[in-house]
């Protein structure tokens, strides 16, 4: 039973905990980190994007040690069909630099590198045990946490919760409600394991450098959703993920879009000869900004996916985990250091700090972007692709007929089918959301 006091607790070890608990163990507080998996890192076997400007505020030297596999000098985008795509990218020597901008990652490898990085700042850190309930004073203040553990019961100053999108403590203690299925994703990814000379060569690569491919269109049957390929040294981390509210609706299976996207013939040649060894499953936050929850309170603060801090029109999220993390831990540090009670009005100058950065003023930007994506999704995901891939093939194909006459039929049948109307429509809308 552990029976001394602590300055903070910190659920989670993700991104957004790890952040927290470095912050504050590194600024002297005493900190404990709970994590209920076997060692952090041990429930997040896909790979991600790191953005290294978020963790260097964090640890400035973490390029040393930390766990990298590529860095990332190549953006891929591709509007896909069921037979084709058309893309966009973009490579240039400004991300070709020594300290890159992003780099892919192994989250099983670097949660754990991250963790002992907690640790080596002086922060406790115990796996395998799950939070149960936090526990209130007799005015509704948290001032701690029971554990699975004997029923042990921990007491802090401030509990910080980043138990990820679906965790069930702030919920059953009232702080936040469940997420609705609308304003979370599920994805699901897969390891594909090449020598690195063939991913190379694939992806016309050399060394360290790495691609990113993101894709929309046919390959999510009309759902709101996305499709990526991240490059790493020696594997290829492949996957797709929709709105948790569409699956139940469409009837369709991750999996099944999964194999779908694997056999693609713009995707197959790519993974050609892979041996998978991982598969996973992960909820993300697509709610935005309009399904941010109370972020603080007495005794409190939620940070990460927790706090549905990720920005889903630019498909970022770890880089958001940890800032939050990180602001967490300096309002935490502020109020100590003052010698100020943890109470809901000193704690909102975390919530103060988020809505200074670039995280809430991203998400309060693009507020109306998730809510338009999925009202218009068989537009944007079904029906323009197949646009942008029938003018593309009216204008390659030489065939003897003139070209004036297929663009003019094209023309005739996307006005029967209305498709123009909806695309200016579409666009409009767009245009609005992104103001």
């Keep these: 039973m552990i029976e001394e006091r602590f300055d903070a607790i910190v659920i989670g070890a993700g991104m957004?905990?790890?952040a927290a608990a470095h912050t504050m163990a590194s600024r002297g507080l005493k900190v404990l980190q709970l994590e209920r998996g076997e060692y952090p890192g041990s429930k997040n076997v896909q790979g991600a994007i790191l953005y290294a400007d978020m963790l260097e505020k964090i640890a400035p030297d973490f390029r040393e040690e930390a766990p990298l596999e590529r860095r990332l000098i190549e953006q891929r985008f591709w509007m896909m069909t069921d037979r084709s795509h058309t893309g966009m990218h973009h490579r240039s020597d400004e991300f070709n630099e020594e300290k890159a901008n992003r780099y892919t990652i192994i989250r099983s490898q670097f949660d754990r590198w991250f963790s002992k990085e907690v640790q080596a700042k002086g922060a406790l850190v115990i796996c395998e045990t799950t939070v149960t309930e936090l526990i209130s004073d007799a005015y509704g203040k948290v001032v701690g946490v029971r554990t699975d553990r004997d029923h042990d019961t921990i007491f802090a100053d401030v509990v910080v919760l980043a138990e990820g999108v679906n965790g069930l403590l702030g919920p059953r203690a009232g702080l936040r409600q469940t997420p609705k299925p609308d304003h979370v994703a599920l994805a699901v990814k897969e390891m594909h394991f090449l020598p690195q000379e063939t991913i190379d060569a694939r992806f016309n690569l050399k060394g360290d450098e790495g691609v990113v491919i993101e894709a929309v269109g046919s390959i999510s049957k009309g759902m709101t959703g996305m499709g990526f390929i991240y490059t790493n040294k020696e594997s290829i981390s492949l996957g797709i993920g929709c709105?948790?509210?569409d699956f139940a609706e469409n009837g369709q299976t991750p999996y099944g879009l999964l194999e779908?996207?694997?056999?693609?013939?713009?995707?197959?040649?790519l993974i050609q000869g892979s041996e998978v060894k991982e598969y996973a499953a992960h909820l993300i936050p697509e709610g935005g900004y309009k399904a941010i929850p109370e972020l603080f309170g007495d005794g409190w603060v939620v940070v990460g996916d927790a706090a549905q801090l990720n920005n889903a029109i630019h498909r970022e999220g770890s880089n958001l985990a940890m800032t939050s993390g990180r602001m967490a831990g300096?309002?935490?540090?502020?109020?100590?250091s003052r010698k100020d009670p943890m109470t809901k009005q000193n704690l909102a100058l975390y919530k103060k700090m988020l809505d200074d950065s670039f995280v809430i003023k991203d998400l309060k930007k693009y507020k109306d972007m998730p809510a338009l994506l999925h009202t218009n999704s068989k537009n944007f995901f079904m029906t323009y692709p197949q646009l942008v891939s029938s003018?593309?093939?009216?204008?390659?194909?030489?065939?003897?007929?003139?070209?004036?006459?297929?663009?003019?039929?094209?023309?005739?049948?996307?006005v029967k089918r209305r498709t123009l109307r909806g695309l200016f429509g579409d666009a409009f809308k767009l245009a609005r959301a992104w103001r």
């Design 243 to 245: 709105l948790v509210s």
């Design 391 to 414: 003018a593309m093939d009216n204008f390659l194909r030489v065939d003897g007929k003139p070209k004036v006459e297929k663009e003019n039929a094209s023309i005739r049948s996307f």
């Design 16 to 18: 957004a905990g790890n």
């Design 330 to 336: 300096e309002a935490i540090f502020q109020v100590k």
């Design 260 to 269: 779908a996207f694997k056999k693609h013939p713009s995707v197959a040649p």
